[in-house]
Nanobody
């Protein structure tokens, strides 16, 4: 399983780092990703980190502000979120799978999510 943490409430322009800890399997063998879903909106894939070649995908909505990274020694990966905007308010889900899937339900592992609220 994977479990997210690090969500919270932040002022616009602030930063948060989300963590995703895996148990029962090694993250080293999986492509990792993050999705988010805001109230009334469709779930959005925002980042993927390919374990085969290290390539990274970011959605246009977060490119240049968010960074995905991994620490295999801790079996944990992260989403560093900088310059947060109100439109980043959403529930964030971490995922793991051999491939970067387009839909959360297609991934082998996904967490219960952590809430991020950006508001002044």
């Amino acid at each position: 399983q994977v479990v997210e943490s690090g969500g919270g409430t932040m002022d616009p322009g602030g930063s948060l780092r989300l963590s995703c800890v895996a148990s029962g399997f090694s993250l080293e063998d999986y492509t990792l990703g993050w999705f988010r879903q805001a109230p009334g909106k469709e779930r959005e894939k925002i980042s993927c980190l390919n374990h085969r070649d290290g390539s990274i995908y970011y959605a246009d909505s977060v490119k240049g502000r968010f960074t995905i990274s991994r620490d295999n020694a801790k079996n944990t990966f992260y989403l560093q979120m900088n310059n947060l905007k109100p439109e980043d308010t959403a529930r964030y889900y971490c995922v793991a799978d051999p491939f970067c899937r387009d839909y959360l339900g297609e991934w082998v592992f996904w967490g219960q999510g952590t809430q991020v609220t950006v508001s002044s």
